[in-house]
Each structure stands twice: as C-alpha cells, then as structure tokens.
C-alpha cells in the first residue's frame, strides 16, 4: 500500500480541519487523525507538523497548552481559536475554488 | 535573559518531537513488523532532521539573526584564541585609538560642552572693558562702573571680583588663604546657596559696616575642624577680626578667579581693594552679569554700547576710549584653550583613523590566509551577505575589546589630562568619565568597527568559489586586489602620519624657540619665596620698609646669602602691575590717551642679582631712600618709545603705586629690557622704583646662591621667623621652575602631539613592513627565476626597496597637501616658526623616508636571499 503525501499547502487546512473536529490534541495525535480522516491514504510527513503549528500560533489560529497524556506524558495540546476557525471556513472555500478549477481542466482534457 | 527564555524554549520544542518519536516508534513496534530500537530509528526517519525543524521553527518566530549572531560571535572568539599574537596586536592598536579619543572627549566635554554649573548658565555673561587705542582687547572694571551698570537695569544682576590673599592666623599654623574680593551681587548672581548661615549681602558692603566673611566648605573642614558653631565666630584675616556669616559649598567658585578659592569677603572691607573703590581709572574688577530672562546676547550688547558711550561722556578723563563689552561667559572662561583642544582632538582623530587602517590591513592579510575557509563555506551554500555579516562580527569583537580596554585607558588617563585645562580652572567641572563620555567611546568603537571590518569582509567575499579554492591562492586575482588595497591603505597610513609628524614637528620647533627666549634676566641659581605683611598689623609704609631692611640684612648676614633682594612683583611669577604715567614738562596728554609702563619696586641688589644690565645711568643704592628725592628707573623700551631723541636720565616721570600716583621721580638709569608679563610677549616698557621709597606689605625676596634651593629656603624662613614668627613664607620656587612652569601648557601640548605622532609613524612602519613582506613572500618564484637568470642580491634588494618608497612617494604626496591645508589650524599654537617652515616639512619628509626604507629592510633581506633552486622547487 502506498501512501500519497499531501498536496503542499493543505496542511494548515488538515490541522485546522482536525483540531475542529476533536477539540484538543497533541502533535502525534494530529498526525494521526490525519492519517486515519484520510483513511490512511494521506501521509503528514511528520517533523514539518511541528514548525506549521508555531505557525499557527504565531499566526493566533491555535492556542497551545501544556497537559499530560494519558500515559502521564508531558505533552502539548493544540485548540483552535476563534480565527482559526474562521481561517478554515477561508482554506476550504479556497480548496473547493483550486479543486473546482482543476477538475474542469481535467474534465476538459 | 533572551537566550536563557530561548533556551527553554527549544528544550520544550525537543520534548514535544520526543513524545512523538516515541509514540510513533510504539506504533511500529506494536505493529509487529521490526524490533524495538529498528523501530525507534524508523520512527526517527519518518519525522525528519530536528535540527533542519528547529531552524525552520526558528524563522518562523524571526529568531534567526539571533542564532547567526551567536554563531558568527562563538566563531569570532574561537578564531581569536586560534591567533592571540594577532589578536593581541589589533586590540593593543584599537585600544590605544579608542582611548586616545575617548580621554580627548572627556577633555572638551568638560571644558568646551557641558555647561557652566550654576543655574541658567545660558544667561552668564563676562562684561569687560577694551580700549581700541590702546590695543586693550580685554580689561576689568571699575567700582564706579560696575555701580553704573548695576544702575542702569541693563542686567538682572551684575558682580565684580578680584583675588587678593590674606593671612589666616589663630587658626593652626598662619597660612596665606585664597581671598576672593568681591561684590555682595555675585552670590544671588550665581544663584548658588551657602551650606550653612548666609552669603554676602550689600549691607556688608556698606561704609562701617561690621567686617565679615564667607568660609569655603573645605577650609571649614580642614582648619576649623568642621566646627558646627563657626557661623558667627570671629576670625583672623591679616590680624583683623572678620566675622564668620556663612559657609559655600565645596564646588562654589567665583568663576575665572581660579580653582582656589578658600574665603570671600565684601571689596570694602579688603585692605588693599577697598582703596579702589572710588577710584574711576581703577579696572581692578572682572566682572560678570546675568541677562534678563529672555534677553537675547545682541541687543544687550546694544544697550551696553550706548551705557559705555555715556560713561565715556561723563568721564572723559578716566573713561575716555574704553568701550564696554558682554561676551558669553563660558567662552571667556575657555578662552585660549580651545584651539589647542580642538586641534588635539583632531590629532587624536587622525591617531584612531590610522589605528583602523592598521587593523583593516592587518585583517585583510589575513583575509588572504582565509579565502579557502570562505571558498568552502561558499560552496557550502552560504550566502555572501552571511559572510560579510560573519566577518563584521568578528570585527565587532575585536573593537568591543578594543572599547573596553580602550575607555578604561582614558578613565586611567583623565587624571594627568586636567593639566590641559585653563588655567582659570573649573576644579568644580573635573575631567571624568561620565555617560557622554563612555557614549562617545562606544560610538567611535562602532565606527571604527565598520571602518576596519568592512572593506576585509566585502573584499574577502568576492571573490569567487573557483578562484579561491584554487591551490597557491597568491597568484589568484582576487589577492592582487587584496594586495592593490593593501597598498592604497599603506599609502593612505603614510599621509596620515605625515600629517602628525609634520604637526609634531611644527610645535617642537615652537617649543625649542620658546625654551630658547631669553627672558633678559638671569634665573640660574635663583630662588624665591612670598613673605605677606598683615596689614592690620604692619599698618604703616614705614613699617613695611623697615620690615624689609631688617629681613634683607639678616638674610644676607647668613653664609651665602649674600645676594638677595626684594621685588614687587617679580617678572613671570606673580602677575604684573601696569601703571599710567606722565613725563614732566611734555604737554598734557589729549583725553583717553594714556602712557602705560609695567611698575616694579625693588631693592637696590635687585638688578646685579638677576643679571639685568644697565644701559645708562646708575642703579639704585642704599642712598635712595625716604628722606632722598624719588627716583625711578626706566626700562629701554621705556627709553626708546617715549624718549626718541633725548637723554630720559635727569628727566621725571610722575606715577606711582596708590596712592602716591602723583609722585614725581627723577629718572637716573636705563636698564636693559626683560620679558615680564608672559615669556612669549615682546618686552613693553617699564618702570622700577626703589623699594626703600615705594615699599609694599611684603613682597617675593630673591636669592642667588650656589647653595641648594632647600637650603635658602630655610634660610630665609629662619629670618622671616626671626623678625615675626606669625609670618608665613609661601610661593617657594625657583627661578628656572618659574620659567618652565610659564611654558607648561605648550610644553604638554607638544609632547602629547609629538606621542601621537609617534604612534603614527609605528602604525604606518607595520604598514609598509606588512605590505612589503607579503608582497615579497608571494614572490619568491619570481625572486628565484631572476636570481637564476643572473640577477644579483643587489638588484633584487633594490627591486624591493623601490616598492616600498613608492608605497611611502605616495603616501607622503597625498599627506604634505593635507599638512598644507591643516597646519593654519595651527598657526596659533606657533611661536617663532611659521606654519609652513620648509625645515620641519622637509625634515618630516625625511623621517618617514627613512622609516619607509627602514621598514623594507626586512622584507629586501628575505628577498636578497632566496635560492634559485628552492624557490623553483617550491613551486
């Protein structure tokens, strides 16, 4: 089986799309929400998840905090704020736009 | 605190990248496929390079720059502890710079930039007196005329002052104390308040008004053991009861009445100055005023224009010709000082330019060594803006260090600066190393920093990847443009030296002729001391002549003290007296023309003892007394002036000392002329009375002795103490300290110029060596090809040595047109030699010939020397 990395440029929406669905996560289980949303299908390639979430908290999508797992591992959670929220709405309208066009490219092939 | 956050930062980021490792490496495992630490180095490929994440993490949040600086700054320290000879040199060469500079700021910060340290400083001017027919450019006051200007409402507040010693007895040993006479005005004036009690009031300054005095802070702590009852006890100023009122504060001083300043007491309760008082033709008073609020510098000059004009109406006789005039009072309190300052801080400028282009130099050879370090970083992917920024960094480095030790040069120096101050000192104002001072420090680091590392790191990184990875670098074209810079800079460090030898030279010939003025009086041998009469106590004139006579004939009863005398005042010791006179039988002089001589009282050994010929006439003998017609004896520039085609002997002169300024004395000699006012000063004329009809409460008494100083010393105490044990002996000097101390301030100037300039000619002799020898050493196939072809040692020597003074031809072309164009700023530091002496510029041409050539020296040798067969094979 292989696995398709994903298109650059989704990986904010992916994250933004995860985190808005189950609340708060840490790193390891964005990775992995991803990868089980996309029945495995695609593949966060997983160091650059780090330095796209300083990114997003930079930017104020995300709010971060530290907690522990359930293993009583220290780890940082992930939530999404208000503008993240609405940064989502903006990516997926945005990918519908791309993958529209690029649908009716291929359809007029 | 930035990094420490940062560092936290990261290890939290590392914790993070852990847990995902871990959990993702579980994963693996748990899926059964590999062993545990397979999966673990699975887990750790798929996540990717951390250190590549970091970085990326890094830019995100901007922090780059920090990282590179960190990095470029650890770099920089590492690659100096590699080399510490040359990291030694360039801080030992920046320091000196920085230093330099920096202790020259805290110079003219103290004397020229901050302000005076009274309130409102802006609003202090000096007023004075000039007289443009008598070529006075600067005179004081007189009482009248300061009452005038106070009564005009011209000035919020005008004061006058003057110094006039007293001496201080029942209180520890007698000792002469600073006096400061002055009018009640100038406390207000000031606006500084007194520590305890009251200042001066005009009520002090009323006739009959009880006699009292202001103390100084540390003459109230070191003779009154800071007694908190003093206010209101009496004291003893020149045997007369003055009544403490008040004491001033430790930094309170009457400006340009110099840094010792001990007592103040009202100008009528003053022996000597009180006379003045009604006195018109008196200018015995500096006097300063404080401007209106808002009074602009201009129109006050106006209106003292008109109130100068009207005295001169009212008063022709006394007031004829003098124009009053304001200046700002700080400038008048700088005064001549400020030209040397600025032309010192130039010089020292110029010291720190060559400092940088020494380093420049130094950095850029070594840039040579570090171009396949540069060529593999380049290759690397680092960017050129990386490697100017890596270069500027060390840099940086360096001047920091530099800085440092720098500024803690000039903190150590200011203390032997404070001899450049003028003379009418600012003791409250020392030189120190305060916030502007260490910003300026900082500040030229920072410039010179990119001065010497800029040019190295844009060079060094030009060059290309190919060029400088290539074996044998000497001959890659990168490194003739290093070597072609080298050599303008090398150029460029011989015009700057030139510029400070050439400056160095101008004030030491100056010196030279000063040192070699003859003063007209003998000082070899010759000792002096201040004996001061109270005048409270010695009332009479009778009773200071007889004091004198007593004095001389036990001083000269001791063995080898034969020849001594009494003179008031002694040339270039003391200030001199200028008087006016008449000549009787001439017609009366118009209004506001006035003949003025320097007036001398002295003993009749007096002209024997310090070597002062006689040209005419006789000199003065123990006959010349009170009870014999008064006589005087003038000086030949007296004679010469005022006597053109006459015999002045048998003629008299009317003038004297007030207030017997109306004497009539008989002239009987002609003496040769001597410099009295200042060594620089072209001999005026003057007038000599005999102590014995002209005497003075005290007075400075000279001795010529083959014995030492010490010994005369104690010889005329012993006979001071002999007479009157409350007398103090002060002012001991000797005649040739006096003529040296006279040229002080010029003699440090110049030997601080002539310091910088020989720095200038070292770090320009490291230049050319460096050059030079580089050049030599990326030649030696060259050398060795010629060697074999036949040419000899001689020639190749030769060739060298060529090189370098062509360097130096340069060097001194581009340096004697900026000499040219800078030594008129030094035209007023000139004495006797013009700014443009063809002797010093030539000489100066030669010094650094010569060291051009010396400087080769090495370098030819090494050429001279190469083996033909070596340098080939070495190939």
Known sequence: MTRDEIPPGTLYMLILRVLARQGELHGFEIAKAIETLSQDILQVEEGSLYPALQRMLIKGWVRAEWGATEENRRARYY??????????????????????????????? | MMFARRDQFDAEMEEEMRLHRDLRARQIHDDGRVKADQARNAAQRQFGNTLQLREEIHKAWGWTWIDNLRQDVRYGFRLLRKSPGFTLVVIITLALGIGANTAMFSVVNSVLLRPLPYPNPGQLVSVFEANARQGVKFNGCSYQDVKAFRESGVFDAVAGANRHDLTLTGAGDPTIVATVVVTPEAFPLLNVNPIAGRYLLPGDEIKGAAPVVVVSEGLWRTRFGADPRLVGQPIHLDQQSYTVVGIMPAGFRVPILGPQQEIWIPVAQDPLFSTFIPRRGGHFLGVMGRLKPGASLASVQSQVDAMGKRLQAEFPDQNGGWDVQIAPLQDVIVGNIRT??????????????????????????????????????????????????????????????????????????????????????????????????????????????????????????????????????????????????????????????????????????????????????????????????????????????????????????????????????????????????????????????????????????YFGLMGIPVLRGRLFTADDSTSSPRVAIISEALARRYFKNENPIGRKLIFGFPPESDQAREIVGVVANIRDAELTKEPGPMMYVPFAQAPFWGGEVVVKSTLPPASVVSAIRQSVASIDKNLPVTDVETMPGVLEASTAQPRFRTWLLSAFGLVALLLAMAGVYGVVSYSVASRTKEFGVRASLGATPGVIGKMVLMEGLWLAAAGLGAGLAAALWLARFLKSELYGVAAYDPITFLISVAVLLAVAILACYLPARRAMKVDPMVALRYE
Request: proline share 5%; with cysteine; net charge positive.
């Open chain 1, 79 to 109: 939530r999404l704020t208000a503008a993240g929220r609405k940064q989502l709405e903006q990516e997926i309208a945005r990918f519908d736009r791309v993958i529209g066009a690029v649908a009716r490219v291929i359809e007029m092939a």
């Open chain 2, 340 to 605: 040397p300052l600025l032309v010192l801080l130039g010089a020292v400028g110029l010291v720190l330019l060559l400092a940088c282009v020494n380093v420049a130099n130094l950095l850029l050879a070594r840039a040579t060594f570090r171009a396949r370090e540069v060529a593999l970083r380049q290759a690397f992917g680092a960017a050129r803006g990386r490697i100017i920024r890596q270069f500027l960094t060390e840099s940086a480095v360096l001047a920091l260090f530099g800085a440092i030790l720098g500024i803690a040069l000039a903190w150590l120096s200011t203390h032997a600066l404070a001899s450049l101050l003028p003379a009418d000192g600012m003791a409250n104002r020392p030189i120190a190393v305060d916030g502007w001072v260490l910003a300026f420090g900082l500040l030229i680091s920072a410039v010179a920093m990119i001065g010497f590392g800029l040019a190295p790191a844009i060079l060094t990184s030009k060059s290309g990847v190919q060029s400088n990875l290539r074996e044998g670098s000497a001959q890659s074209g990168s490194d003739r443009g290093r070597l072609r810079l080298r050599s303008f800079l090398t150029g460029a460090e011989i015009a700057l030296a030139m510029v400070l030898v050439i400056g160095a030279g101008l004030l030491l010939q100056s010196l030279r002729r000063m040192t070699a003025i003859d003063p007209g009086f003998t000082a070899a041998n010759v000792t002096k001391a201040m004996v001061s009469l109270p005048r409270y106590e010695y009332k009479t004139p009778q009773q200071w002549a007889t004091f004198s006579d007593s004095l001389l004939e036990r001083l000269q009863a001791q063995p080898g003290m034969k020849d001594s005398a009494l003179a008031v005042p002694l040339p270039l010791a003391d200030g001199f007296v200028n008087l006016g006179f008449t000549i009787a039988g001439n017609a009366p002089l118009p209004p506001g023309v006035q003949q003025n001589a320097d007036y001398v009282s002295v003993s009749p050994g």
